[in-house]
Antibody, heavy 119, light 113 residues
């Protein structure tokens, strides 16, 4: 079955770079998109960006200058890197898979990983 | 960016009651070529990841109880729960996938009296 699992450091210092990994199973990264969505504690959902089956990427313009999404198809992993972290980047970070097609809904979600930005 | 506005921000209902919640988009989500509305609804229970309920504004995801009903077109959409159950305690989000950046509403928190 389709599974996604996020991993990474729970604590990052301000101004540092966040690196997260999404390890997937049950599908091929060359056939489906994987996206990152984050949720500050007690707040709503924000789409950050995604990587398509053909390897192309798209980013939320609000984060584009700081964000990079890449993948390793042989390891079934998608990576998120975001630099210059601030306290407002404290959030649960989810990786999600769409249902197929360029414009699509998020059919599957990982459990999320909490990242706290603090010194 | 397409702004998604959800109302109310919270509401409390008793089990068995019908509840409706609204989602309005700042531009039409109806794609004329295929006559589909590019809108999804998600349920997020406390401490859990969001779960897909509805896509194409009114198509229920497999396994979702039929008490969850999505409706609407263009810029105005509604999620109805025909008979609320205690396990429906959650925040409900709408999301447009018509255009990038993909955007979510701020959510409607459903509380059970």
């Amino acid at each position: 079955q389709v599974q996604l699992k996020e991993s990474g450091p729970g604590l990052v210092q301000p101004s540092q770079t966040l690196s997260l990994t999404c390890t997937v199973s049950g599908f091929s990264l060359t056939s489906y998109d994987v996206h990152w969505v984050r949720q500050p504690p007690g707040k709503g959902l924000e789409w950050m960006g995604g990587i398509w089956g053909d390897g192309s990427t798209a980013y939320n313009s609000a984060l584009k200058s700081r964000l990079s999404i890449s993948r390793d198809t042989s390891k079934s992993q998608v990576f998120l890197k975001m630099n210059s972290l601030q306290t407002e980047d404290t959030a649960i970070y989810f990786c999600t898979r769409n249902s197929g097609g360029y414009y699509s809904w998020f059919a599957y979600w990982g459990q999320g990983t909490l990242v706290t930005v603090s010194s | 960016d397409i702004v998604m506005t959800q109302t109310p921000s919270s509401q409390a209902v008793s089990a068995g009651e019908k509840v409706t919640m609204s989602c309005k988009s700042s531009q039409s989500l109806l794609y004329n070529e295929n006559k589909k509305n590019y809108l999804a609804w998600y349920q997020q229970k406390p401490g859990q990841s969001p779960k897909l309920l509805i896509y194409w504004a009114s198509t229920r995801e497999s396994g979702v109880p039929d008490r969850f009903i999505g409706s609407g077109s263009g810029t105005d959409f509604t999620l109805t729960i025909s008979s609320v159950q205690a396990e429906d305690l959650a925040v409900y989000y709408c999301q447009q996938y018509y255009n990038f950046p993909l955007t979510f509403g701020s959510g409607t928190k459903l509380e059970i009296k």
